[in-house]
């Protein structure tokens, strides 16, 4: 096998370093945990997406979750560029808010109220403060390796890049603000039980079923304990679906695992491929909010017409048969590469169409475990999957994502893909 042409992504990586720091807006993009550089992307096209160099691959990263039909699908396309000629932003409500809020509502469970921001970010910070708010208490509970976004609370044990680059905190966060964030183990109930003992818990946030770590499945008995032991302390339930939600059922881990949660955050899928998020929950929490109530929120884009316009577009796309499709996929990949990732030493998860292969023999059940994978194997099976036009995140704690509309052929790409380049690494 040869490895690909990169030449023009390697000299944008060069003058980009001069004028952003690493080269890169975001961290994991600068694959610094696989081995080779990062690949300048030109265009993508349903499953496909293409660099710079003219290499093409089937893309299992999908903007990191958001882009569930692949890229530049007509209808969304087609709704964002109807509704940024109407304007790009008014700073004043619109009726596609409207319409937009009681389509959410409709679709997850837990939704009774729902506030619009702009990135996965925002709605847990913000569902930090109101629950804080709306509690009087000041502790959050987090589990390790669940990521919650770059805020301050957040940054602690978290998974996704900053176990990436195998600094789960960060300089800049003040001791006493990390102090408040109390952190237990993924599948781990006594760990929360000890730290509700006290009762100042204002509430506990996790990944239903955490992608940041990859992916890894809860243990039964699990989310129920938790959804007891908090409401029996008064600590409210913040699941964040910003990964799950749209993408593991309509109504994301909260329906699939029937969790009756106090406040959901959602993004990625929700906006389309556009920056756009949410959190939402029962009336009674969501009444704290300003101005209906004393919590304070705001932002200038937020509710964005043209997101709003792809994320409606988005959701009406979202039928039962797409969910069917997705865990069909799902079947046939994990099917047909099941022997491949044995053989290799590995272990694999997956829930619905989201997976992971783990370099190791015993599938991991929290963040501790994945962290003793074979990273540098890790690295050189990615890089030879790129090389087979596979392209998986770069990244052992990060779980990879199957889009709908995917056709047979472009599955047996992908299951030969990976098959090969496991032997490879
Ligand atoms: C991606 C992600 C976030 C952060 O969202 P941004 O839009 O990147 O700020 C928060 N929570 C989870 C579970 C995520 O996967």
New binding site residues.
Partial sequence: MTEIDTSRSTALLHQASQRIPGGVNSPVRAFLAVDGDPLFISSGEGCWMTDEDGNRFLDLVGS??PLIFGHAHPLVVAAAVAAVQRGSSFGAPTEAEVRFAEELCEAHPVLDQVRLCS???EA?MHAIRLARGATGRDVIIKVDGC????HDAMLVKAGSGVATFAQPGSPGIPAAVAALTKTAPYNDLDAVRVHLEKGDVAALIL?AVP??MGCIPPQDGYLEGLRALTREAGTLLIV?E??TGFRLALGGACERFSIDADLV?L??IVGGGFPL?AFGGTAEVMGRLSPAGPVYQAGTLSGNPVAVAAGRATLSLLTPSVYAELERTGEIVEEGIKKAVSERGCSMTRVGSMFTIFFREEVPTNFTQVSQCDMAAFGRFHRAALNEGVYLPPSQYEAAFLPAGIQESEVEHLVSGITKALAKA
């Fill in positions: 990191w979750g990135s996965g970010t847990t990521y919650h976004g770059a990944e992608g940041n964040d910003v990964m955050c993004g990625k998020a």
